[in-house]
Structures are given as structure tokens and as C-alpha cells.
């Protein structure tokens, strides 16, 4: 088992109610996308959960909590849930959710990379002095 399948059904069932999300094999785990951004996943059996830095830090004082060192560098707004911090549907459902809220205040990839890719098209333009002001 590379990672928890019935915790990864957890989550789709949290998130199918709240969000349009999408899903990416990622950290020998699955990751759910929220508008082209990371929300939560699964690796192994922990819960990552993507919060802002702030919040995270806050959230490391909660127990069955850790900070995420897939790297070996702890990730700022990242932070892994053991499995025993998940078992409730309740306390797996308020993590999910914290992490959506972060996700969906980011702005779309999806958006932003419409807007970079414009913003290219202008500045290798002949045009470029009209585009630029």
C-alpha cells in the first residue's frame, strides 16, 4: 500500500460536497487540487494539509501533528496528520476544510498562467510600445 486508500476516500467525500477539485499522484501519495493548487493529501497514512504559514504554525501545537520534511527542510505551510489525528469524521473534516479555505483564496493557476501567457504574447509583440502603455 503506498498510501491510506480509505483515508483518500475520506477526503474525496469531504471534498466532492464543498469543492470542484481534482487529483495528482504526488509525494508517493495523492494530492487534491483546488483550483491548480494543492489542498490536502495522503501519504502513506498521514493526512498533508496545506495551510497559510501562520495558521500552520499554530496548527503544530495540535496533537498527532508535524511538520512536512519530505525534503528534509520543513515545508512553512505544510504540515502532516497521523492517522490517529484523522480517525474522527469530525476532526478529518475540519482539517480538510482549513486547507480548502486556504486553497480557494489562492488565485487560479489556471487564471494566472491565462494572464502570464498574454502578457508574453504583448511583450514579444511588434506591437510591444501599444501594449506596454
Not at 483546488?34 to 504554525?57: F, Q, S, Y
Not at 496548527?59 to 501533528?65: D, I, R, S
Request: positive net charge; hydrophobic residues 45%; charged residues 25%.
Amino acid at each position: 500500500m503506498a498510501y491510506d486508500l480509505y483515508l483518500a476516500d475520506r477526503i474525496r467525500a469531504i471534498l466532492q460536497r464543498a469543492a470542484e477539485f481534482s487529483e495528482r499522484k504526488m509525494f508517493g501519495g495523492v494530492a487534491f487540487m483546488v483550483n491548480g493548487h494543492m489542498c490536502c493529501g495522503v501519504v502513506k497514512t498521514d493526512l498533508v494539509i496545506r495551510l497559510t504559514p501562520e495558521e500552520a504554525a499554530i496548527a503544530l501545537h495540535q496533537p498527532h501533528t508535524r511538520p512536512m520534511d519530505f525534503t528534509g527542510k520543513p515545508l512553512k505551510s505544510m504540515i502532516y496528520v497521523s492517522a490517529i489525528g484523522t480517525d474522527s469524521d469530525q476532526t478529518l473534516e475540519t482539517w480538510v476544510e482549513s486547507a480548502l479555505r486556504v486553497a480557494r483564496s489562492l488565485p487560479s493557476k489556471r487564471a494566472a498562467r491565462r494572464g502570464l501567457a498574454g502578457a508574453r504574447a504583448c511583450i514579444s509583440s511588434p506591437l510591444r510600445a501599444r501594449c506596454l502603455g
